[in-house]
């Protein structure tokens, strides 16, 4: 049985505070440090938890006494009027980020899940929701984000494990890059998601002890804080710097891109919204609920209320329409949605942590809140100021690419040209013909097209073939979808990894990060069935050509991505499985040399034991040294991906290189070296 004493616990408030930060932050704070502070931002992170845990520090030491509420703590230090300047500034930045949160909000549901639904009706909803939310007290929100809490956050982790799996690491490096303006701007970044710890000043009321109510912030902030580092290094290690800070909300990108074994869930993204909508709609819950309450409290001293709780309904519904009205002007005019995040940076955040310091200073607070209202009002001048139900829709397995004409968007314009929509959620596999891929700057073009529209899934996988159409007119010869065909080969009967196996997100990723080489399968037709005999190679977003299986499948198990690697021998084969890599970068006499050590286990097959260990590991050395020299030579190809590496272990070559990429291969020597752990030898 609850009881109904206006009061939660401080496990509620710690939970309440972990909603409302953590839901906004995962969806911007990667993306404005990739901006700021690039690879340093872990750095950034780690100085914004702190200054966020100083800030708490600030305002425990500034809090009301117990019992007292803010807005009349505020009216006690700093009288009428001071008191109501400051609680004035308190409801519009209460107001705005209430319209900042709900833009956000609807926007994730248009883009990732009502695609061409009306902005006004969905934004509408949101905020029935809210006054629905709001209709059972702070108590009933308490209760059900409780109860709710471990069922969103351990998908979340869950969901971050299964990521770390395409996480690289030599993506996280090299450190140290950024300038101090840029790791001050990240840091400032993540302390103003943090400092929405603010609201804790207003609900000193609901709890028994002030101790209680900052320990719970204090948690908050420490678990939300850490949970931003995990975040970042996923994603800085699955879409580096120079991706991560071109996409819009890089947390969703991410839940979009990885693959759940078994095939059992598809859209992880539609799975994982629930995360982001009850974290931002506990964030916009609070901001409507005390913003209220402090409309309530200025238009006390101007006509009285009558008795009773039921006139605070008339606050709610004003400031939801004030809100919703600022969410309006965010969707309508990028301008204005510009000035917002400016008056943030400069303005909001700032009286955030100055109004405090005002009212607990009752002698000179009255001066100086005079004084931060004409700076703020110099501040302000300066910063500017169709539904379509299933049947009605088509949902195409794979796409065939072909014209370079009209940036090879042709095939987008005619499926886009008939009366049924075009839903590309359950797309396996874009097809491009190999004069297509080879045009670099339509490919470019067509990349950025799709990069924009964002209706494409970003894992789904990129083949070449001679003939497009021709490999797609094999659907009624397997009796399925080639692209249903070509998914189950590459993540369940290949020995090849999934990860190996390019998708679109690749390719812009590599728009940007120019890092990788890419080996996107040239698929064939052989008895009847498409095969994979050939690998088009992509370098550092470029098109490199043609290299045959074999060497691509030494590249993909010299960089972990193949579970077994077999070397032809005389009277069998010898098998290697479970590599691990280290690459040195050593340079002598002006010759440079990229040392790939594997290290292994082996087995043959088949010779009767002839071979000893010596000759089968040198054999492997001769057999990968060869294949990777003639590789370099003839198409200017590493196949180890040790230019990936250089930021970490080589940060001079790094720096070189940064400016002339494009002789990395020429100047540097492949050695392989193996070691080789055996298992079996007979």
Not at 14 to 32: F, H, K
Not at 389 to 394: A, C, F, Q
Request: proline content about 3%.
């Amino acid at each position: 049985m609850f009881s109904e004493n206006n009061r939660i616990s401080g496990r509620q408030m710690y939970r309440l505070m972990t909603y409302d930060l953590l839901g906004i932050g995962t969806l911007l704070v990667p993306q404005m440090l990739a901006k700021t502070a690039g690879r340093d931002g872990i750095l950034s992170i780690g100085i914004g938890m702190a200054a966020a845990l100083a800030y708490l520090w600030i305002l425990r030491r500034l809090a009301p006494p117990a019992q007292e509420s803010y807005p009349e703590y505020m009216e006690r230090q700093l009288g009428r009027i001071g008191g109501g300047i400051v609680q004035t500034g308190y409801l519009i930045y209460l107001v705005l980020l209430a319209g900042y949160v709900a833009y956000l909000f609807a926007d994730i549901i248009l883009r990732d899940l009502l695609r061409g639904e009306s902005f006004y009706l969905v934004l509408s909803v949101i905020m029935l929701l809210v006054l629905y939310g709001l209709a059972g007290g702070i108590e009933g929100r308490a209760r059900v984000y409780e109860m709710l809490f471990w069922f969103l956050l351990i998908p979340l982790f869950l969901m971050l494990f299964a990521a770390a799996d395409e996480v690289c690491t030599d993506y996280w490096a090299p450190l140290g890059m950024s300038s101090l303006k840029g790791v001050a701007g990240g840091a400032y970044g993540v302390f103003l998601n943090l400092s929405f710890a603010f609201l804790l000043l207003f609900s000193g009321t609901y709890v028994e002890r002030q101790e209680t109510l900052f320990a719970a912030g204090k948690r908050a902030i420490l678990f939300v804080g850490c949970l931003h580092a995990v975040l970042y290094l996923v994603l800085e290690g699955i879409f580096g710097v120079p991706a991560l800070a071109g996409m819009d909300y890089p947390a969703v990108t991410l839940m979009s891109t990885v693959k759940i074994s078994g095939g059992f869930l598809k859209r992880t993204d539609a799975f994982m919204f629930g995360v982001w909508f009850f974290t931002l709609y506990a964030l916009l819950n609070s901001c409507v609920f005390y913003g209220s309450s402090i409309a309530e409290k200025l238009w006390k001293p101007i006509r009285k209320m009558p008795k009773g709780k039921n006139y605070m309904w008339i606050f709610y519904g004003s400031v939801a329409v004030a809100a919703s009205v600022a969410a309006i002007c965010f969707y309508r005019s990028r301008a204005v949605f510009d000035w917002y995040e400016r008056f943030l940076w400069y303005v909001g955040t700032p009286f955030l942590v100055l109004a405090p310091v005002f009212a607990a200073q009752k002698k000179w607070g009255r001066r100086l809140l005079a004084l931060a209202v004409i700076c703020a009002v110099v501040l302000l001048v300066m910063t500017g100021c169709a539904p379509a139900e299933l049947e009605d829709r088509d949902f195409p397995i794979e796409i065939a690419v072909r014209d370079t004409k009209d940036a090879g968007l042709a095939w987008y314009e005619a499926e886009q040209a008939g009366n049924r929509m075009v839903d590309y959620s359950h797309l396996k596999v874009l097809i491009l013909e190999q004069e297509f891929v080879e045009d670099e700057a339509t490919v470019q073009e067509w990349l950025a097209f799709l990069k924009e529209k964002s209706e494409v899934p970003r894992n789904a996988y990129v083949v070449v073939a001679e003939d497009a159409e021709a490999l797609l007119a094999q659907s009624e010869t397997l009796g399925e979808a080639v692209g249903d065909y070509l998914e189950e080969q590459f993540e369940n009967v290949s020995q090849i990894k999934k990860q190996a196996y390019p998708t679109i997100g690749s390719l812009y990723q590599e728009m940007d990060n120019r890092q990788e080489t890419l080996f996107l399968p040239y698929v064939t037709v052989k008895d009847e069935k498409p095969e994979v005999e050939q690998y088009y190679v992509w370098k550092r977003g470029m098109p490199a050509g043609m290299v045959d299986a074999e060497a691509a499948r030494l590249a993909f198990f010299t960089q972990n991505r193949m579970r077994e690697y077999g070397l032809p021998l005389e009277e069998g084969m010898l098998l290697l499985s479970d590599a691990t890599n280290e690459i040195a970068f050593t340079e002598k006499d002006g010759v440079r040399e990229v040392l790939v050590t594997i290290h292994c286990s082996g087995s043959v097959q088949g010779t009767g034991g002839k071979e000893n260990k010596k000759e089968l590991a040198l054999l492997a050395e001769d057999y990968m040294n060869r294949m990777a020299a003639n590789v370099q030579r003839k198409r200017q190809v590493d196949l180890t991906g040790s230019y990936r590496k250089l930021g970490g272990a080589a940060r001079g070559w790094y720096e070189e290189y940064q400016k002339r990429g494009e002789n990395y291969e020429e100047d540097v020597a492949i050695v392989y070296q193996v070691k080789i752990n055996w298992i079996h030898l007979s």
